[in-house]
DNA sequence: ATGGCCACCGAGGGTGGA
């Protein structure tokens, strides 16, 4: 089973990047996030017309989730339960016996910022709600965009702001790897300086000069089974790409 | 020179992203 993440930057502008991409890596799941359409906007004949299934929790402008997928998704969970929240960040489903979770984290824009101190609450909010969904769901996988950089070596040296490295925001990382969670790429001997994200500006893909924040947790139960785990670079060269790159880890059965 | 790009909304520049 093969498993994705891609903060797709625009569903509608992406759209056809994510068609060509499901043809050519076949996946059979694919978190998205920011999606940036509301629910009547999603382009779901599309997406059936290349072979998926699709839910989805969208909003206007901003965030906005979804979970492709070959077979059927059941049990699907929108937003955290019992945390108050206008933005569209979370979905959840069974797909097969692996519970899959799409979560677009909030960015936090600057250490110290009313929308740092959301991020944190956000993340303690999720964490306490995977605590019930690991329970129930021995099989499960936590993927998006985390807005996280887990360790220095996810994050270019020149990279000069606090937001996303902040020992607040790594340790909240932490809290999810203590839950019994694994960070699917870090299960396997990788290269150095892979990254998921690279900045529009400053050619900053041509230099490799990104980050390391979009994630694939599994639970203890697939931990034998993770195969393979990789940043597919490819839609990030393209014309009009996304400024991230899909992020994939392959189960075996 | 403390920006540079991209997408959004909406009709032009402000906001947000990471």
Redesign the pocket.
Known sequence: MKIATW?V??????LPHLLDWLHSEAPDAVCL??L??EDKAFPLAEIEAAGYRAVFNGQ????GVAILSKLEATGVQRDIPGFADEQKRIIAATIGDVRVISA?V?????VGSE?YAYKLEWLAALTRWLQDELAAHPKLVLAG?Y?IAPEDRDVHPDWQ?E??VSAPERAAFQGLLDLGLSDAFRLLEQPEKIFS?W????MAFRRNYG?R?DHLLVSQALVPSVARCWVDKAPRKLE?????APVLVEIKA
């Open positions: 903060n930057n625009s569903l509608k502008v992406r996030q920011e940036k359409c206007k402008t901003y965030n677009y909030v960015n936090g824009q600057a929308k965009d807005n702001d937001i996303l994200w900045d529009y500006r400053m980050l924040i009009r790409p996304s400024d991230h």
